[in-house]
């Protein structure tokens, strides 16, 4: 399969398990895909190995190239090919028959670890305790080398330091603000290479931002409350929209909702999952692989869509039991719409249950534009009637 279609499967993978907490493996063509929250897994793979999710821990090993993405990553797995390594933190524990490429906020090559053909590092900390048979590239704010790295190196660093077991047999480039005193125990001088580093303005502000960071990073009040209120605007306006030009429907598909929760709420699990079975499906046809984005938006618009109008019909439900009015103005229409969506939106702030009630809304929401869009292709019979014409 070539890289494309593994990353298509990937993402129809990651797309169709999104709310799953346990990871999930699929194999496909001869490789493995593998997604969820937390992973630890144990691999014999015959062909290729993609992992994504938060914390990931993986061993075995794979006869083909191993793709890791997540926030937490920790790599055992031996490859017969190459390791592609992306995270927060990134640990290689592995046996690399031949390439290694990560990038992090900090890298670690464990002493236990191999690498046999050439290494790519890019990290804020990056520390090679693991011998390199090939050549090693590494950028990062400081490179910490201890092991035999048999080819050439090139790093371009802040600080760069060497361990007991650092050995150099190739040539050495490095790129720094200012020379470095690198042991001969680690590379004769004549077989040293020095490039100025002058940074400009940008990478200054760049560089400064990741000297202060902490990990991990979590967003401010303002930060917080900025995002909520944008969320706000948007679903307001989304949902006036929708008042203002389409009211009837809008109508009829809240009533729905208030009559028929449990159909209703059936109906949005069919329909999600219609839904979501577009991705893959459109993929596996080849010649469809171009509509996959136009799949995701409409994913996207009809989550946005059901949970908008389930928060309404619940909110003028609510209202109408304690006495509202029973034709409601526009204006005091959206007055509900905006505080339902600001109650639910609330709601995500408390732990399970919050998220529990939040997706519970959107299949609320989709199953009455599904049940809205069968009445619209099949038509809507009303009463059955009797043969003396009489409604039963």
Known sequence: MCSLGKLIALSAI?????????????????????TGSTISQTYDAGRDVFAAGEVIAISGRSA???????????????????LYAAGATVTIGADVAQDLSAMGYSVRLLPDSTVGGNARLLGRAIVIDGPIAGALIAAGGEVVLNSVVQGDVRIMTERMRFGPDARILGQLTYRARAKIDIPDRVIPADRVRFERWTRGPMWDDIHRTWQQMDMPL??????????FVITLAFFVLTGSIFLTFAPQPVAQMRHDIAKRPGRLFLLGILGLSVLFGLVPITA?????????????????????????LAAYAVAMRVVGLAGGPADPSLLFRLLVLALAVCIVTLLNFIPFVGWIINYTLVLLGIGAMTAALFN?????PGDALTVDMTST
């Not at 984005?293 to 618009?301: E, K, M, N, S, Y």
């Open 14 to 34: 990651l797309l169709t398990t999104q709310a799953a907490a346990d990871s999930v493996t699929t194999a496909h063509g001869g490789d493995l895909f593998t």
């Open 284 to 308: 596996l046809t080849i010649i469809g692989i171009p509509f996959i984005p136009f799949a995701i938006l409409l994913i996207i618009g009809a989550w946005t869509l059901g949970y908008v």
């Open 376 to 380: 619209h292709l099949i038509g809507n």
């Open 64 to 82: 083909g190239d191993i793709h890791v993405a997540g926030m937490d990553v920790t790599v055992t797995t031996s490859t017969d090919t190459d």
């Open 218 to 227: 979590l967003p401010g009040f303002l930060t917080v409350f900025a995002a």
